[in-house]
C-alpha cells in the first residue's frame, strides 16, 4: 500500500515538474500610441522563432514594466501569436510649483523631484516628490506648511501637467 502511494506521487511530481513552452512566430500589440511593436520587443528583449516558457514571459513582462512606459501590460498566447495589451503613461508636460516665491529655493525643489519634465508619469513617484517635497520645505523652516497637488491630463495628446501648490 505505502508503495503504491508513493509511486503515485513520485509519477504526479514527476508530470507536474514540466513546464509548457510555445515558439513565439509573431507578436501583435494593442493600446500603443507612442512606442512601436519593435520599441516595445526590445523593452521585453523578445525574439521571434524562440521557445518561451511561463518563467521566460514572466520575465519579459517585468522588463517591460521596468521602463516605467506603461501602467498596464497584459499577455495573450494565441497559437504562436503573442498578443500584448498595454495602457501606457501619460508622459509630463511640465512640473510647476506655485506658492514659493524665492527663484532659487524653486529652482532647488524642482532639480531634487524625481519626476522631470518629458518623463512618464508614475503614480508612486509622483506619491515620493509630494513627500520630499513637503519634507523639503519644513527642512527650510515652514513647519505648518501645506502642499496641494493637481494634475491636469490631456488625454489627445497623452500628457499630464504637474501642479505643486504650497501655502506658507
Not at 512606442?35 to 525574439?47: A, D, P
Not at 513637503?134 to 497623452?158: D, H, M, P, Q
Amino acid at each position: 500500500m505505502f508503495k503504491n502511494i508513493f509511486l503515485i506521487n513520485f509519477i504526479l511530481l514527476f508530470l507536474t515538474s514540466f513546464l509548457h513552452s510555445e515558439i513565439i512566430k509573431d507578436v501583435k500589440v494593442k493600446g500603443n500610441k507612442r512606442l512601436s511593436k519593435e520599441s516595445i520587443m526590445v523593452f521585453g528583449q523578445l525574439n521571434l522563432n524562440e521557445d518561451y516558457s511561463q518563467n521566460d514571459l514572466n520575465n519579459i513582462l517585468k522588463n517591460i514594466y521596468e521602463t516605467n512606459f506603461f501602467k498596464n501590460v497584459n499577455f495573450k498566447v494565441i497559437g504562436s501569436v503573442l498578443e500584448i495589451t498595454v495602457s501606457e503613461n501619460p508622459i509630463i508636460e511640465s512640473i510647476e510649483i506655485k506658492g514659493i516665491k524665492s527663484s532659487n529655493i524653486n529652482a532647488t525643489l524642482l532639480e531634487r523631484l524625481n519626476l522631470k519634465n518629458r518623463m512618464s508619469y508614475v503614480e508612486t513617484e509622483f506619491l515620493s516628490d509630494l513627500n520630499l517635497l513637503k519634507n523639503t520645505v519644513k527642512s527650510i523652516g515652514y513647519y505648518f506648511a501645506k502642499v496641494e497637488t493637481k494634475s491636469i491630463l490631456n488625454e489627445n495628446l497623452n500628457s499630464i501637467k504637474l501642479i505643486y501648490d504650497v501655502n506658507l
